[in-house]
């Protein structure tokens, strides 16, 4: 299941290599609810690389999975983290995070319709 929260970034940690082939970076984000919370998340392989373009205090939407699993009698819960982004509520910036994305917008430029 995929869950999604907004808040603001108070922690970037760096990007820690685990193993030769496994990496992980972690960040904390301070919810606006009504009672406010400062949530865990970690991002794994190449999408610690998504941190590389936030920063400390910026409000950003997070989507991500719980993962858990047993270790003799305890119980660890990890919230992965797999997209990051600003969160805008002008659609002036939503449009600009828009234009600065990678991905086409359209289709190819031959089919246009005149």
């Given amino acids: 299941m995929i869950y999604e929260t907004t808040g603001r970034l108070v922690f970037i940690g760096e990007t820690q290599q685990v193993t030769d082939t496994f990496k992980k970076r972690v960040f904390r984000l301070e919810t606006s609810d009504t009672y406010p919370q400062t949530i865990e998340f970690e991002m794994v392989q190449d999408k610690t690389e998504q941190l590389n373009f936030r920063k400390v205090g910026e409000e950003v939407k997070v989507k991500?999975?719980?993962?858990?699993?047993?270790?003799?009698?305890?119980?660890?819960?990890?919230?992965?983290?797999?997209?990051?982004?600003?969160?805008?509520?002008?659609?002036?910036?939503?449009?600009?995070?828009i234009l600065k994305s990678p991905e086409p917008v359209g289709g190819d430029s031959d089919d246009l319709p005149f």
Avoid: H, M, V
């Fill in 64 to 97: 991500f999975d719980i993962q858990g699993r047993i270790s003799g009698e305890r119980c660890f819960n990890t919230l992965k983290a797999f997209y990051i982004q600003k969160a805008t509520t002008d659609a002036t910036e939503r449009a600009a995070e």
